[in-house]
């Protein structure tokens, strides 16, 4: 049995429900252990509280220093990182080596991040000086997501401590191995007990830690959850909120792009990490005639040549899905399409050596009536033929989301109009649509976030500004109506 409560710095037995986590590629049991039970929640958000009170006084060096440090520590564990991501989620070894490397790349992005977007400023003026400063909020409860596990909690929890905040964090239960790494990691680095503080659990855990004490909520996930921690906060502006929540995300490929090119990047915004992106391409939008035509063939035969295996086999794209549940999902979504009047030019199936593995599926689904529009978290790629531009802006713009989207096109007009016409955060030319760059801000409006981006504008929801007007001695004020 694994412990499952961090408070104070250190671990102990969890006293709620015992729950398991299975390795997707194999059936594995790679975790084991009890939830954090209501009141573990309640007691590491008092740790966190108290913690509060001496970290945020401390200078921005210090804490600037334990951070780098951490990321020292973060670079020493790389393999250990990447095996226990992949083992818990099924990601293919050499992305999980990736989500190491950008979990110590993600410390001095921070660093830059706050220093130009939540840092000092000073100015003399007449009566004295102005002055510009940045507060923390206190508390922060960090969800993290299944599909990058280390790298977006990291995410939060980064910019919220150089901030001076301190936080809870709590791993999704499909993927709860790499936040003892976290931990180890922190502390080795310096991070004082009760900086960061860990209750790992299912909803019960996540439920407690939402009903606590706490000044802010940061969240990667899925758009039911995020409207739902939305709801629970209502008419409590004195909580931060900042939450990004996936995409029904488009791709425009249009003529004179070449058909290979506009294949290979349309395959890997569809199906990179298994489609487990939340910026990954969900609908391709084609033109009508000869050549979507020859596009959705090259992407059926990248669909069909993909190679698929075990997080630790040479040579693969794509591992299993985090789950047989997250499979069998994919198959009912499938079938939905279909049923409504798609055309499967390439099924997923779920295939035979069973767990979370599928093959990619690409669906057409331009004929088709009633399909919603929801985000499915696996390799499903729905394509959609159109007859003119203005016609493929109009449906890639049709969804309640805005995440991420993109044009492959060799004309510059073409872009023009889509630059200025897509709604989406992530807007991407001739690039997959599947990642993005961590100096730039991440996230879209609509249903996709509450318009607090995280990446490189996280130190914006980390810290509130605080400006001031000073002046060394009090003068008498001289105003219209003042008494002489």
């Given at each position: 049995?694994?412990e499952?409560?961090?408070?104070?710095?250190a671990?102990?037995?969890g006293e709620?429900?015992?729950?398991?986590?299975q390795?997707?590629a194999t059936?594995?049991?790679?975790?084991?252990?009890?939830?954090?039970?209501a009141?573990q929640?309640?007691?590491?958000v008092?740790?966190a509280?108290?913690a509060?009170?001496?970290?945020?006084?401390l200078?921005q060096?210090d804490?600037?220093t334990i951070?780098e440090?951490?990321?020292?520590e973060i670079?020493?564990?790389?393999?250990?990182?990447?095996?226990?991501?992949s083992?818990?989620?099924?990601?293919?070894?050499?992305e999980s080596r990736g989500?190491?490397?950008?979990m110590k790349?993600?410390v001095a992005?921070?660093?830059?991040?706050?220093?130009?977007?939540?840092?000092?400023?000073?100015?003399?003026?007449?009566?004295?000086s102005?002055h510009l400063?940045?507060?923390?909020?206190g508390?922060m409860?960090?969800?993290?997501?299944?599909?990058?596990?280390?790298?977006?909690?990291?995410g939060?929890?980064?910019?919220?401590?150089l901030?001076?905040?301190?936080?809870?964090?709590?791993?999704?239960?499909?993927?709860?191995?790499v936040?003892?790494?976290?931990?180890?990691a922190?502390?080795?680095?310096?991070?004082?007990p009760?900086c960061?503080?860990i209750?790992h659990?299912g909803r019960g855990a996540g439920?407690a830690?939402?009903?606590?004490?706490?000044?802010?909520?940061?969240f990667?996930?899925?758009?039911?959850t995020?409207?739902?921690f939305?709801r629970?906060f209502?008419g409590r502006?004195?909580?931060i909120?900042a939450l990004e929540m996936?995409?029904?995300?488009p791709l425009?490929?249009?003529d004179?792009?070449?058909?290979?090119a506009?294949a290979?990047?349309?395959?890997?915004s569809?199906?990179l990490?298994?489609?487990q992106?939340?910026s990954?391409a969900?609908?391709i939008i084609?033109p009508?005639?000869?050549w979507?035509d020859?596009?959705?063939?090259?992407?059926?035969?990248r669909?069909e040549?993909?190679a698929?295996?075990?997080?630790?086999?040479d040579?693969?794209?794509?591992g299993?899905l985090v789950?047989?549940?997250?499979?069998?999902?994919?198959v009912?979504?499938?079938?939905?399409l279909?049923?409504?009047?798609g055309?499967a030019?390439?099924?997923?199936?779920h295939?035979p050596?069973?767990g979370?593995?599928v093959?990619?599926?690409?669906v057409?689904?331009?004929?088709?009536?009633?399909i919603?529009?929801?985000e499915?978290?696996?390799?499903?790629?729905?394509?959609?033929?159109?007859?003119?531009f203005d016609?493929?802006?109009?449906?890639a713009?049709?969804?309640k989301?805005?995440?991420s989207?993109?044009?492959?096109?060799?004309?510059?007009?073409?872009?023009?109009?889509a630059h200025?016409e897509l709604?989406?955060?992530?807007?991407?030319?001739n690039r997959p649509t599947?990642?993005?760059?961590g100096?730039?801000?991440?996230g879209?409006?609509?249903l996709s976030g509450?318009f607090?981006?995280?990446a490189?504008y996280a130190?914006?929801?980390?810290?509130?500004?605080?400006?001031?007007?000073?002046?060394?001695?009090?003068?008498r004020?001289?105003a219209q109506?003042?008494?002489?």
């Amino acid at each position: 049995m694994t412990e499952g409560v961090y408070v104070d710095g250190a671990w102990q037995s969890g006293e709620g429900e015992v729950f398991r986590n299975q390795c997707p590629a194999t059936g594995e049991i790679v975790w084991e252990g009890a939830a954090a039970s209501a009141d573990q929640v309640s007691a590491a958000v008092a740790s966190a509280r108290r913690a509060f009170a001496h970290w945020s006084r401390l200078p921005q060096g210090d804490r600037t220093t334990i951070l780098e440090r951490y990321a020292e520590e973060i670079a020493k564990r790389t393999d250990a990182i990447a095996e226990t991501v992949s083992r818990d989620m099924g990601k293919a070894l050499w992305e999980s080596r990736g989500e190491a490397a950008t979990m110590k790349a993600k410390v001095a992005v921070s660093i830059a991040a706050q220093v130009e977007r939540a840092g000092s400023k000073f100015a003399k003026v007449d009566f004295g000086s102005s002055h510009l400063t940045h507060r923390p909020h206190g508390v922060m409860a960090v969800f993290g997501p299944f599909n990058f596990p280390g790298h977006l909690p990291n995410g939060h929890i980064v910019p919220a401590l150089l901030a001076g905040n301190t936080c809870v964090f709590k791993p999704s239960e499909l993927a709860p191995g790499v936040a003892r790494l976290m931990a180890d990691a922190f502390e080795a680095a310096g991070l004082p007990p009760g900086c960061l503080n860990i209750v790992h659990g299912g909803r019960g855990a996540g439920a407690a830690l939402l009903d606590t004490d706490i000044d802010g909520l940061l969240f990667t996930g899925s758009a039911a959850t995020g409207v739902f921690f939305h709801r629970h906060f209502a008419g409590r502006p004195e909580v931060i909120l900042a939450l990004e929540m996936g995409g029904n995300n488009p791709l425009i490929i249009w003529d004179p792009a070449d058909v290979d090119a506009a294949a290979d990047i349309a395959a890997q915004s569809a199906f990179l990490t298994t489609g487990q992106r939340c910026s990954c391409a969900r609908r391709i939008i084609l033109p009508e005639g000869k050549w979507g035509d020859q596009v959705a063939d090259a992407i059926v035969a990248r669909a069909e040549g993909l190679a698929i295996g075990a997080w630790d086999e040479d040579g693969i794209f794509m591992g299993p899905l985090v789950s047989e549940r997250a499979a069998l999902n994919a198959v009912e979504f499938q079938d939905m399409l279909l049923a409504k009047g798609g055309k499967a030019l390439r099924k997923l199936e779920h295939l035979p050596r069973g767990g979370g593995f599928v093959s990619a599926g690409v669906v057409d689904v331009t004929g088709a009536q009633g399909i919603p529009d929801e985000e499915l978290f696996g390799p499903v790629m729905q394509i959609v033929r159109v007859p003119d531009f203005d016609s493929a802006i109009a449906r890639a713009n049709a969804t309640k989301y805005g995440l991420s989207g993109g044009l492959i096109s060799d004309d510059d007009a073409l872009w023009v109009q889509a630059h200025t016409e897509l709604r989406a955060g992530i807007l991407n030319r001739n690039r997959p649509t599947a990642g993005a760059s961590g100096n730039m801000p991440f996230g879209g409006p609509g249903l996709s976030g509450n318009f607090r981006p995280g990446a490189y504008y996280a130190a914006d929801y980390c810290a509130w500004p605080q400006a001031s007007q000073v002046s060394d001695v009090a003068v008498r004020m001289s105003a219209q109506g003042f008494p002489k």
